[in-house]
């Protein structure tokens, strides 16, 4: 079964730094085009971040500069690595498989359950 | 790029359901669609345009035809309710603001 675990959410001083993780089973996240996904409490979704099959990092535009994104091999996670936090980063962090259907479409395929974030003093 | 959708759609149990997204020429776009209930992440309903995933049942379909796309929902059931998501590629992922289906 392929599965997707958050870890590491929690609170976190404004200005703090936070490190998620995302424990994959039933796949490779080597290789594999992954992401994060936020929610703001009640709210919609955003796209956070993005690495694609070649490993290359993308960003939104809101969390450039101070967000990083990595895959680890040897434990078969996706991380994110958060600094500079502010109250607008508080959400709910979805880590995110896309799957394509073999013609370069891509879409989001499997999600974890997702691990809060909450940025307050 | 945006994508919108309406906040809200209501449906009577067993009725169909239609949600919209809309977005200049989104017909040039490939769109995906995700429901999420409450206190759970999303799942993935539809993906480029008017494809379900195994496991998605035949009574979600969508289409994509000039700066609308259309999810609809025939025979809605109690567990259809939450909010639904449709979704672009735009250099960047880009999600419109979801819609509240209620089943009335």
């Known amino acids: 079964e392929v599965k997707l675990v958050e870890s590491g959410g929690g609170l976190v001083q404004p200005g703090g730094s936070l490190r998620l993780s995302c424990a994959a089973s039933g796949f490779s996240v080597n290789g594999q085009y992954m992401t994060w996904v936020r929610q703001t409490p009640g709210k919609g979704l955003e796209w956070v971040s993005a690495?694609?099959?070649?490993?290359?990092?993308v960003y939104a535009d809101s969390v450039k500069g101070r967000f990083t994104i990595s895959r680890d091999i040897s434990e078969n996670t996706l991380d994110l690595e958060m600094s500079s936090l502010g109250a607008e980063d508080t959400a709910v962090y979805y880590c995110?498989?896309?799957?394509?259907?073999?013609?370069?479409?891509?879409?989001?395929?499997?999600w974890g359950k997702g691990t809060l974030v909450t940025v307050s003093s | 790029y945006e994508v919108t959708q309406p906040l809200s759609v209501s449906v009577a149990l067993r009725q169909t359901a239609t949600i919209t997204c809309g977005g200049d020429?989104?017909?040039?776009?490939?769109v995906n669609w995700y429901h999420q209930r409450p206190g759970q992440a999303p799942v993935l309903l539809i993906y480029r345009d008017s494809n379900r995933p195994s496991g998605i049942p035949e009574r979600f379909s969508a289409s994509n035809s000039g700066n609308t796309a259309t999810l609809a929902i025939s025979r809605a059931q109690a567990g259809d309710e939450g909010d639904y998501y449709c979704?672009?590629?735009?250099?960047?992922?880009?999600f419109g603001g979801g819609t509240r289906l209620t089943v009335l």
């Open positions: 690495i694609y099959s070649a490993g290359d990092p």
């Open positions: 020429k989104l017909e040039r776009r490939v």
């Open positions: 995110v498989k896309v799957g394509d259907d073999n013609n370069g479409f891509y879409f989001m395929d499997v």
């Open positions: 979704q672009v590629w735009d250099s960047v992922w880009v």
